[in-house]
Every structure is written in C-alpha cells, then in structure tokens.
T-cell receptor
Framework: AQTVTQSQPEMSVQEAETVTLSCTYD???????LFWYKQPPSRQMILVIR??????QNATENRFSVNFQKAAKSFSLKISDSQLGDTAMYFC???????????????FGKGTHLIIQP | KAGVTQTPRYLIKTRGQQVTLSCSPI?????VSWYQQTPGQGLQFLFE???????NKGNFPGRFSGRQFSNSRSEMNVSTLELGDSALYLC??????????????FGQGTRLTVV
C-alpha cells in the first residue's frame, strides 16, 4: 500500500509571493503518476498538475510547477506570483499503475490549506 | 461539454437507513471512481467502475457498493447507515482506457449527513 504525506496543514503568504507546498510519498511500485489537486471552498476538486514517474522533467503549468525527486519520493508544488484565487485546500495524490496497464484509485494526502493574503 | 454531475447535492438520512447516490460522468468517459471525504480520514478511495465492471476497490465494508450502467452513469449505495458515514462523497470520471488516460474530473459531491 502507498501513503502520501503532506506535512504542512496550513500556509499563508502575501499575494504575488511564491509558495512551495511539500509532499512525500511511499510506494514499492515503479510505475505511477503524481498529482496536485486544488479544492476551493466550492468543494470542486480541480486538477492543478500531473507528473508521470517515468519522466525526469518536472511538469509545469503556467504559474504552477513541481519539483519531482523520485529517489527521495518527494513531489513539491511551487506556485509563483500567487493570486487571491489560489486560496484553497491543495491535495497531493498518488496513482499506481498495475502490470496490466490499469490504474489504481487515487491515494490522497491530508491536504494543505493555502491562504493568499491581499 | 457538461462536467461530472452528482445528485443529489445534499442528503439527510437516519441511522439504519440506506442511501443511493448518483453520478453522471463526462460524455465519452467510461471510468467512474468514488471517494469519501471526511475531516478525520481525509479523502479515501471507495471503488472504480469501468465498462460496467468494478475494476478497483478500496478498503471499505461491504455496506458500500456500487454499479455502473451501460451509459457509464454510476450509482453508489450505502446500506445500514452509521453516523460515521456522514461525509462528502465525490465522484470522478476519466477516459480510463489505459494508464495514459488518468486525468480524473470530479463532480461537486454529495454531502450526506446521517442523524
């Protein structure tokens, strides 16, 4: 079984600052995907960014980027030029891929509540 | 393109009753997964259906069951409700045909309160 750990229950930064959210995971699988999801007060889960474990290059989506360290089993999210609309719960998630190519369900961390202050 | 639709949005049930939640995936998506979100346990995977077959299952008691219809719509059933079943139940859909189609799109959830 895999576990996902987010060690920062809450973070607060000023608008326009850069913030990094931490995530570590534990797995014995070699083929997997990692995700960051955002859950604003509306409760709608929104995919922020995705990383395939077999890719060494870190994923980037506009102001969002990850630092994927496979050996250390670390997957942090960096948000640049933070905006008020970034205020939300952020969940790190793991998805294993079985030998048949089928994907398992998502295993989520406990989440980090990110608050962007004006 | 319409998103993932979950109905109802809110439910209040009494202990011992049963409940059925519904999820309509994005058109063309054949995989539907269900998750339970509580303040204490966080987000936990319940099960996944693909082409009307349960493909994966989380660690939940048999009181939690589901099914998927030929149009990919899915229902989740919880029997003999307990207070601890109070949670936000999230449904996610994806193309699900292989490992490359892993992006899951979530619905807004059904808030179940057991009293």
């Amino acid at each position: 079984a895999q576990t996902v750990t987010q060690s920062q229950p809450e973070m607060s930064v000023q608008e326009a600052e850069t913030v990094t959210l931490s995530c570590t995971y534990d797995t014995s699988e070699n083929n997997y995907y990692l995700f960051w999801y955002k859950q604003p007060p509306s409760r709608q889960m929104i995919l922020v960014i995705r990383q395939e474990a077999y890719k060494q290059q870190n994923a980037t989506e506009n102001r969002f980027s990850v630092n994927f360290q496979k050996a250390a089993k670390s997957f942090s999210l960096k948000i640049s030029d933070s905006q008020l609309g970034d205020t939300a719960m952020y969940f790190c998630a793991f998805m294993g891929v079985d030998s048949g190519g089928g994907a398992d369900g998502l295993t989520f961390g406990k989440g980090t509540h990110l608050i962007i202050q004006p | 393109k319409a998103g993932v639709t979950q109905t109802p949005r809110y439910l209040i049930k009494t202990r011992g009753q049963q409940v059925t939640l519904s999820c309509s995936p994005i058109s063309g998506h054949r995989s539907v997964s269900w998750y339970q979100q509580t303040p204490g346990q966080g987000l936990q995977f319940l099960f996944e259906y693909f082409s009307e077959t349960q493909r994966n299952k989380g660690n939940f008691p048999g009181r939690f069951s589901g099914r998927q219809f030929s149009n990919s719509r899915s229902e989740m059933n919880v029997s003999t409700l307990e207070l601890g079943d109070s949670a936000l139940y999230l449904c996610a859909s994806s193309l699900g045909q292989n490992e490359m189609n892993t992006e899951a799109f979530f619905g807004q959830g059904t808030r179940l309160t057991v009293v």
